[in-house]
């Protein structure tokens, strides 16, 4: 069974930084297509950088400012989030698919977490 734990969310002031954590059992990160995703209120959940086997793909909207990464041992996603900005506040959430495939498509993940909030003001 798939289990994603995400942690590492808060407040914080524009320009600052955050870094989430997306814990995995069931899959092994270092393998599988894992990725992240936020969702804010009234609005449907988007793509924001997912990675397969070292290849990395991000939203426009995070590419140089986000760095998507993972520790094989611990089995662990990460989410550094650098120059944030007050409409980055979301709901983060951590996801993993089976197959090849590595896209930032929502529907296309088969498993999820549970969310963490990342608030960012102005």
């Known amino acids: 069974q798939v289990q994603l734990v995400e942690s590492g969310g808060g407040s914080v002031q524009a320009g600052g930084s955050l870094r989430l954590s997306c814990t995995a059992s069931g899959v092994t990160y270092s393998s599988a297509c894992m990725g992240w995703f936020r969702q804010k209120p009234g609005q449907e959940r988007e793509g924001v950088a997912s990675t397969r086997d070292g290849r990395s793909t991000y939203a426009e909207f995070v590419q140089g400012r986000f760095t998507i990464s993972g520790d094989r041992v611990k089995n662990t996603l990460y989410l550094q989030m650098d120059s944030l900005k007050p409409e980055d506040t979301a709901m983060y959430y951590c996801?993993?698919?089976?197959?090849?495939?590595?896209?930032?498509?929502?529907?296309?993940?088969?498993?999820w977490g549970q969310g963490t909030q990342v608030t960012v003001s102005s």
């Open positions: 996801a993993a698919k089976d197959g090849w495939m590595c896209p930032l498509r929502v529907r296309m993940y088969d498993y």
